[in-house]
């Protein structure tokens, strides 16, 4: 298999995360501590292994390269990912590690690790993926899996894309990396630049881009967004769509795998880290890596869009830990300010935001012969583009209501001066307690009068 077919391959050591959760409403007799009545108890993979999986999710065929042992907990994370992604094992001398969260109200109040073991020398299979791969990301947790495969790595690093996540307990980067992504305390660690401001991470960046002779290093800067930085060269800083206010737990991991994936696809490491910053975003508001539906739903098959995109499976988690879902909808066929000014106020009234579109035949049918201007596929990417939107589904029929009997948003936005009692999805939204709103829409601003004045302007040449 050669490098432009073959695999994302995932390198690195796979953890096993377990959440306990319950409610504290009482301290205990014989200490000051909380009493957790515990509710539920979920194990899922950690580490490399959550990384790889979510890379899985964006469509691309992933191999994850790892070391297990014959223990429970590695039991349980074979269980997790053989439906997800190819397993190619190295040889755990001891257990896998196993990292618990006590959590109350969905806060963890402490976390206890146990577990670990050395990996032992790769055998050919993990040579072999390496050698297919198209593109390698490395999660190193400072467990050893990467060193045990340095030799290899350091002799694919000048062939395709390696994307390194390192540790501060792990080695080095090899040379010649594509990207490398420490969050902002692995970056202060690994470097002996001082600050906390954007100039003193760049700075850092640019010192370990050098130093560990990557194409770019990019510093994770949580509800910041991330800061792409290299020698020699102006920063790129990229910000977040939006303020995530989910479980930043695993963030680094689905930013990690989104930069990974989007290399595969042949995106630049602009557009890569861009991509990542509002994947990301979009993964802790969901409920980070403890959200139940993360493992719960099978991975997207190739040139589907990832489960983030997805409308009904976003709807679903939203609705599941309580927030409010808002959709709105409309043809979108010339995006203009109008347009932009609703999505963005409909974006602040609840957790999530989905678009409705018209599909081609159906937005002919409502507008006439000539439309739409913009096919489907080109309106939903640009409507998927907007910091406020959320996820993007479109309709065949000439009204959502269909769709929305399968969504049941809580809330449904339409722009201008409609009575809301009069919109034709008020009756259907209040069969499950939703509710129909209309906002101010911007005087003047129409996808007919920009295609008027477009058409004059022509004629007048």
């Not at 990207?179 to 600050?195: M, R």
């Not at 994770?220 to 910000?239: I, M």
């Not at 939006?242 to 602009?270: I, K, N, Q, S």
């Not at 719960?296 to 309580?322: Q, S």
Request: hydrophobic share 45%; proline share 8%; net charge negative.
């Amino acid at each position: 298999m050669n490098s432009s077919s073959g695999p994302l391959v995932v390198v690195g050591d796979l953890l096993l995360d377990e959440d306990v959760e319950g409610d504290a409403t009482r301290l205990a007799p014989d200490a000051p501590v909380p009493v957790i009545d515990v509710a539920t108890r979920r194990a899922r993979p950690g580490g490399a292994g959550l990384a790889a999986a979510l890379a899985a999710r964006h469509g691309v065929e992933v191999v994850l390269v790892t070391a297990l042992g014959r223990d429970e907990a590695s039991d349980t994370a074979r269980h997790a990912l053989r439906d997800r992604l190819t397993l190619v094992e190295i040889p755990l001398e001891g257990t896998l590690p196993v990292k618990t969260r006590l959590m109350a109200g969905g806060r963890p109040l402490v976390r206890m690790d146990r577990g670990g073991g050395t990996p032992g020398a790769p055998g050919a299979p993990a040579l072999a993926a390496l050698a297919s791969a198209r593109a390698i990301l490395v999660a190193d947790y400072g467990r050893g899996t990467a060193d045990a495969l340095r030799t290899a790595l350091a002799s694919a690093a000048p062939r395709v894309p390696l994307v390194w996540d390192p540790h501060p307990r792990g080695g080095p980067p090899v040379p010649g990396a594509r990207l490398v992504t420490p969050n902002a305390a692995e970056a202060a660690a690994l470097s002996s630049v001082a600050g906390t401001s954007l100039r003193a991470h760049a700075g850092r960046g640019a010192d370990l881009a050098e130093r560990w002779g990557a194409g770019s290093v990019c510093v994770t800067l949580g509800e910041r967004g991330a800061l792409l930085a290299r020698p020699g060269a102006a920063p790129v800083l990229v910000p977040p769509p939006y303020r995530a206010t989910g479980d930043p737990c695993g963030a680094g991991d689905c930013f990690a795998a989104t930069v990974a994936a989007a290399l595969v696809g042949g995106a630049l490491p602009e557009e890569a880290v861009t991509r990542a910053v509002a994947e990301a975003a979009a993964f802790v508001n969901a409920g980070g890596a403890g959200d139940p539906g993360l493992w719960e739903t099978a991975p997207a098959r190739e040139n589907e869009a990832p489960p983030t995109r997805d409308a009904f499976e976003l709807a679903r988690r939203v609705h599941a830990r309580g927030g409010t879902v808002v959709a709105t909808g409309g043809c979108f066929d010339l995006l203009h300010a109008g347009h932009v000014g609703l999505l963005e106020n409909a974006g602040r009234i609840g957790d999530c935001l989905i678009v409705c579109v018209n599909s081609d035949a159906s937005l002919t049918r409502l507008k006439g012969p000539g439309r739409p201007l913009n096919p489907l596929a080109d309106r939903m990417r640009v409507l998927g583009a907007l910091g406020s939107v959320d996820a993007v589904v479109a309709f065949e029929e000439d009204t959502p209501v269909r769709l929305l009997e399968t969504l049941r948003p809580d809330v449904w936005v339409k722009g201008g001066d409609y009575a809301a009692d009069d919109l034709p999805e008020a009756e259907v939204l209040r069969t499950w307690g939703g509710q129909a709103v209309v906002l101010p829409y911007l005087d003047g601003r129409s996808t007919t009068s920009l295609a008027h004045r477009a058409a004059r302007a022509a004629a007048d040449r």
